[in-house]
T-cell receptor, first 112, second 108 residues
Framework: DAGVIQSPRHEVTEMGQEVTLRCKPISGHDYLFWYRQTMMRGLELLIYFNNNVPIDDSGMPEDRFSAKMPNASFSTLKIQPSEPRDSAVYFC??????????FGDGTRLSIL | GQQVMQIPQYQHVQEGEDFTTYCNSSTTLSNIQWYKQRPGGHPVFLIQLVKSGEVKKQKRLTFQFGEAKKNSSLHITATQTTDVGTYFCANTGNQFYFGTGTSLTVIP
């Protein structure tokens, strides 16, 4: 079975550029989560969707961050404009109801 | 907002020693899930506890959910180098959030 698929695996870009991270959840899962992980702040929940609808985006750092889920099989997290402090590993996870979350391999983002 | 704190933040043990991490919440939790993240990897689900006072075991790992459902613990007996990683507790009730994690280093 395919797990949660994230792309790209690594992204290096200059500050000010737009960054788009992509996620394909596990088929049949109705929850999708975006997390950010850094040494300083640990694992932070940014936003989660239920049945493609954003439920809680209180973890989104600021207006430069946006997330969409146009259908049940695809979600994007966009940063525009990007800043060096956005450098982190971004994880997407999906689950069915409150069952265990399945994480993707993450996107390692470096903003120069 | 609701927070789930884990202690200790870091733990170094000699191989063969036991290890325990604690998860504490200021409010009652509907459930507790435990995850392990290997260095360079992603969190992987270990187990879920739902009932007050519940205890579950997986080989050398013992998981407990407190009677008041406000705390939980993970105990590893006779650690091995394969136990290295960060252990997170998480709650997935009406809200979803992960604990702060405990990073375990096992010295051979």
């Amino acid at each position: 079975d395919a797990g949660v698929i994230q792309s790209p695996r690594h992204e290096v870009t200059e500050m000010g550029q737009e960054v788009t991270l992509r996620c394909k959840p596990i088929s049949g899962h109705d929850y999708l989560f975006w997390y950010r992980q850094t040494m300083m702040r640990g694992l932070e929940l940014l936003i989660y969707f239920n049945n493609n609808v954003p439920i809680d985006d209180s973890g989104m750092p600021e207006d430069r961050f946006s997330a969409k889920m146009p259908n049940a099989s695809f979600s994007t997290l966009k940063i525009q404009p990007s800043e060096p402090r956005d450098s982190a590993v971004y994880f997407c996870a999906s689950s069915f109801r409150n069952q265990p979350q399945h994480f993707g391999d993450g996107t390692r983002l470096s903003i120069l | 907002g609701q927070q789930v704190m884990q202690i200790p933040q870091y733990q170094h043990v000699q191989e063969g020693e036991d290890f325990t991490t604690y998860c504490n919440s200021s409010t009652t939790l509907s459930n507790i899930q435990w995850y392990k993240q290997r260095p360079g990897g992603h969190p992987v689900f270990l187990i879920q506890l739902v009932k007050s006072g519940e205890v579950k075991k997986q080989k050398r790992l013992t998981f407990q959910f407190g009677e008041a459902k406000k705390n939980s613990s993970l105990h590893i007996t006779a650690t091995q180098t394969t136990d290295v990683g960060t252990y997170f507790c998480a709650n997935t009730g009406n809200q979803f959030y992960f604990g702060t994690g405990t990073s375990l280093t096992v010295i051979p």
